[in-house]
């Protein structure tokens, strides 16, 4: 049984880095194909994937933000962590980790198990 | 950057109707297209990918089309269970972008 869970702050200050932590079981990060991606939701709006972290360490970002971005992978936790440099109040949303669909090619990302979701407010 | 435009972005129906979503992409994705269901203070749960393939589990009564860049969603028999916001994916080689959803409410 697949789960993943999402952890960090609730409230951060502008320009603050951002650390979030997903928590998985069920699942390796050392079986080839898997790979876990953070994806966002601001309030009311559209969903936004931000980053994917795959199994031989490859990483992919969004273009739009992978100057803030950075993804990790602790094999021995079974976690996966994203910070999120010089946050906005345009970042606030709820934050997902998600697992990828692993019967498809690397470059074919969607997600078949998503976590609770935490959400993140930027505010002075 | 590939925009995926959803139509419409509420749908008022009854239980029983016929619900027909489209989701049109802006340039060629060939069938890399997935369709999320999401209730309100919850994740989204896939409903199908490479644009007509079910998810394990999820009924029948979802089902899932495309034709060149049109897309397209239907639930055959709305069940209460069904009242949500629905949304489309690209996954194209190594980008994904969401559609901004559409709401099937109570009519």
């Known amino acids: 049984q697949i789960t993943l869970k999402e952890s960090g702050p609730t409230l951060v200050k502008p320009t603050q880095t951002l650390t979030l932590t997903c928590a998985f079981s069920?699942?390796?990060?050392?079986?080839?194909?898997?790979?876990v991606a953070w994806i966002r939701q601001p309030p009311g709006k559209a969903l936004e994937c931000l980053a994917l972290?795959?199994?031989?360490?490859?990483?992919r970002y969004s273009p739009s933000l992978k100057s803030r971005l950075t993804i990790t992978k602790d094999i021995s936790k079974n976690q996966v962590v994203l910070t999120m440099t010089n946050m906005d109040p345009v970042d606030t949303a709820t934050y997902y980790c998600?697992?990828?669909?692993?019967?498809?090619?690397?470059?074919?990302?969607?997600?078949?198990?998503w976590g609770q979701g935490t959400l993140v407010t930027v505010s002075s | 950057d590939i925009q995926l435009t959803q139509s419409p972005s509420t749908l008022s129906a009854s239980v029983g109707d016929r619900v027909t979503i489209t989701c049109r992409a802006s340039?060629?994705?060939?069938?890399?297209l997935a369709w999320y269901q999401q209730k309100p203070g919850k994740a989204p749960k896939l409903l199908i990918y490479?644009?007509?393939t079910l998810q394990s589990g999820v009924p029948s009564r979802f089902s899932g089309s495309a034709s060149g860049t049109e897309f397209t969603l239907t639930i055959s028999s709305l069940q209460p269970d069904d009242f949500a916001t629905y949304s489309c994916?690209?996954?194209?080689?190594?980008?994904?972008?969401f559609g901004q959803g559409t709401k099937v409410e109570v009519k």
């Open positions: 998600a697992h990828r669909r692993v019967d498809s090619g690397d470059a074919y990302n969607s997600f078949d198990y």
């Open positions: 490479d644009a007509s």
């Open positions: 994916q690209q996954y194209t080689s190594y980008t994904w972008t």
């Open positions: 069920g699942f390796s990060l050392t079986t080839p194909a898997v790979g």
């Open positions: 972290i795959y199994w031989n360490d490859d990483k």
């Open positions: 340039q060629y994705i060939s069938t890399w």
